[in-house]
Each structure stands twice: as structure tokens, then as C-alpha cells.
């Protein structure tokens, strides 16, 4: 890889591969995720966070951004339909509810332990493209004979 060719010994491996497939192949095998403007290609994030929760080491930690929606789609969004998830956008990626993020999170046995939401964190054809960003840490499995 381009990579490993421009920095030897920096990376102990790389793999090339769908991201749910690479993650849940590793199970209780990862520290820590970070992905800048990988997640905005995927609507649902069922299945990611479902990989990651079986990727990630209990006390592990995710961290990533997210595209967001103009505060005024927002309001319209909120106003049409209260239980939105993500919106498609016009560039083919999508933009995701905050609520919704923290909810699959809950689901997949992570706190979200910060999250802050950024104005104009990229420039698409010349206008601002707000978004957020999310950590997570997999909360320790008990087994149910500690309870």
C-alpha cells in the first residue's frame, strides 16, 4: 500500500476491505477507531455500530464525524417527520441526527462520552458543510453470574 511505502514500520498491519466486515473479523481485538468522513457514506448505521461493538475491546473507543443538516432542514425535518434518522444529500452522502447516533450507541453498549457539533467543518462548492463529531467508549461486558 501507498502508505506503508511512504512510512515504513509506522502501521503493525494494513488492511484493505469493507469496514463492518474488517471490524467484526477483529472481534474484542481494538483499542481505538477514528474515521473522518468515512460514516457519512453509510445511511443506516445499524450494522456499523453493531461491527464496531464487536470490534472494539470493552473500554475501547470510537471516535468519528458525521455530517449534519442545515439548522433550517433540521427544523423542517423535525416539523415533518419528528423521527428522522439521516437525510441523503444532494452530494451522495448523508447527514445524520444527533439523537439517532446517541441511540445507536445506547443500543450497542457505548456511551457517548463527548460529542460537539462543528460549523462549516468542510467546503463543498464554495458553501459550508456543518457536521459533528462523536466518542464513544464500549462500556465493560458483565457476565450476568457477577450481577
Do not use: C
Amino acid at each position: 500500500m501507498e502508505a506503508e511505502k511512504k512510512r515504513p514500520h509506522l502501521y503493525n498491519e494494513t488492511i484493505v476491505g469493507d469496514i463492518s466486515q474488517v471490524f467484526s473479523q477483529r472481534a474484542n481485538a481494538i483499542d481505538l477507531i477514528i474515521a473522518a468522513d468515512s460514516y457519512i457514506y453509510f445511511g443506516d448505521l445499524e450494522q456499523l455500530f453493531a461491527a464496531m461493538k464487536k470490534g472494539l475491546v470493552d473500554g475501547g473507543y470510537v471516535a468519528f464525524t458525521l455530517e449534519n443538516v442545515e439548522k433550517e432542514d433540521q427544523q423542517l425535518l423535525d416539523k415533518t417527520k419528528p423521527d428522522w434518522r439521516w437525510k441523503l444529500t444532494a452530494s451522495g452522502r448523508f447527514a445524520h441526527r444527533r439523537k439517532y447516533v446517541e441511540e445507536m450507541g445506547f443500543q450497542h453498549n457505548m456511551e457517548m462520552v463527548h460529542y460537539h457539533s462543528i460549523k462549516s467543518f468542510r467546503s463543498e462548492n464554495g458553501k459550508g458543510v456543518d457536521g459533528h463529531i462523536f466518542i464513544f467508549q464500549k462500556k465493560q461486558a458483565y457476565d450476568k453470574q457477577e450481577l
